[in-house]
């Protein structure tokens, strides 16, 4: 069960988040920041939830922040969410950049507490990150392609199934970036509740709906001089997606229940695990929007891809990881034939947990296959041949111009972009 410690000095603030979020794991208070050291050396637990002020009337965060650093440099440290003031939204910035993977405003709403611990559980790493091991072809042209884009201003739409890496790619290309000094903010877009996702990209005005009690920056400001990324972007509602192109389009956000725009400086990133040839539904995905972000696509290759060496490297990497200083046992010759010949549905995510499992639970001098908690190997159906994204798109620009019958203004207003941005496409293409 996932273990989360709430480290607030007010009672009333602790007891209140407790119980919001004790269906989503092991909840455990702390009131005195001296009692912090021994209770992550007690619980190690997957998140904190960290205020940021301590004495009576501090404001400045100083506090906060040293505990923030002090956790930062343990050996398997939590996801550090901090809990400020409204006011306090440079505090937040500072805080983010300091490690802290978000952060929240009080008084807070329970949805949007609930999905923000979510969030930063979905994406607790028990392995090191920032490391996209593999030898195979593929993921050395991707380092390659990072390497490359980070250093621009470009969008980047990251493909790739549930359990890939694609958050990993993601904080590769802002290491890589001009703006790695600025904060990385992630937002899940698959755990956000439908009726905060304006609220949580664009911030609100107090009394902007029922729950609105206090104003609150989005996620656009938050991120103000570092990178933004949009995890599950297809799950995106329709209405919302008008608004994030609106905002990358005119680089700035209109919080909810104010007329007055807020310029905003971030690089976007999105991801997604929709199949290439689902993109261009429109059911699904606006197309003036995917146009917007895949000026730059991703791709991250399914681990079932990417062939024995690079699963072998995987096993190894995340086993020695779990030996946590012990002598890292080796698999057996019947577990390693097995293994390398798995599908593994669950990509490199479902590899991890299985590593931790059996490092947790095997007793003998090296791991067999049924440590790992595995179906045995399954030979899955040959996969149907997915198109390329751009020759998708290159097929839906030249459908529009037949449809349109070569009126360019009619073709635009098919596809849903501007003139300019169809004749962009045109030269991409060479149409």
Not at 261 to 287: G, Q
């Amino acid at each position: 069960m996932p273990g989360i410690l709430i480290l607030d000095d007010d009672p009333d603030v602790a007891l209140a988040a407790r119980l919001v979020l004790r269906r989503l794991g092991s909840v455990v208070v702390r009131n005195d920041p001296r009692e912090l050291a021994a209770a992550l050396d007690e619980i190690a637990p997957d998140v904190l939830l960290l205020d940021m002020n301590f004495a009576p009337g501090a404001s400045d965060g100083a506090a906060g922040m040293a505990l923030l650093r002090e956790v930062g440099a343990r050996r398997n440290a939590p996801a550090v969410i901090v809990m400020t003031a409204y006011a306090e939204v440079e505090l937040a910035v500072q805080a983010l950049k300091a490690g802290a993977v978000d952060f929240i405003t009080k008084p807070w709403a329970n949805e949007r507490l609930v999905a923000c611990v979510q969030a930063a559980l979905a994406r607790r790493t028990p392995a090191p990150v920032g490391e996209l091991l593999g030898e195979c072809a593929a993921m050395q042209s991707l380092r390659a392609q990072i390497a490359q884009v980070g250093a621009s201003e470009a969008s980047v739409l990251i493909l790739g199934e549930n359990g890939v890496g694609k958050e990993l790619v993601a904080r590769a290309l802002h290491r890589a970036s001009p703006r790695s000094q600025g904060p990385l903010l992630a937002v899940d877009m698959g755990s956000l509740p439908e009726a905060l996702v304006e609220s949580e990209l664009f911030g609100h005005k107090r009394g902007s709906f029922t729950d609105a009690r206090e104003s609150r920056p989005g996620r656009f400001v938050a991120a103000a001089g570092g990178t933004l990324f949009l995890d599950e972007i297809g799950n995106m509602p329709l209405p919302q997606q008008a608004k994030l192109l609106a905002a990358l389009e005119r680089r700035e956000v209109t919080p909810l229940g104010s007329d007055k725009p807020v310029p905003v400086d971030v690089r976007v990133l999105a991801a997604t695990n929709v199949p290439e040839a689902e993109l261009f539904d429109a059911r699904r995905f606006r197309p003036d929007l995917l146009y917007r972000l895949n000026t730059v696509v991703l791709r991250v290759p399914p681990l079932r891809e990417r062939g024995p060496s690079d699963i072998t490297l995987l096993l190894r990497h995340y086993l020695a990881h779990f030996a946590q200083g012990r002598p890292a046992r080796d698999m057996d010759a019947d577990a390693l034939t097995k293994l390398t010949a798995y599908r593994w549905p669950g990509n490199v995510r479902e590899l991890r947990q299985a590593c931790e499992r059996a490092s947790l639970l095997a007793r003998g001098p090296v791991f067999t296959w049924s440590d790992f908690g595995l179906i045995a190997p399954n030979v899955a159906a040959p996969e149907k041949p997915t198109l390329d994204l751009e020759q998708r798109e290159r097929e839906a620009v030249q459908a529009a111009l037949a449809q349109a019958d070569g009126n360019i203004s009619h073709a635009a207003k098919l596809l849903g972009v501007s003139r300019a941005a169809l004749y962009r496409r045109l030269d991409k293409h060479g149409l």
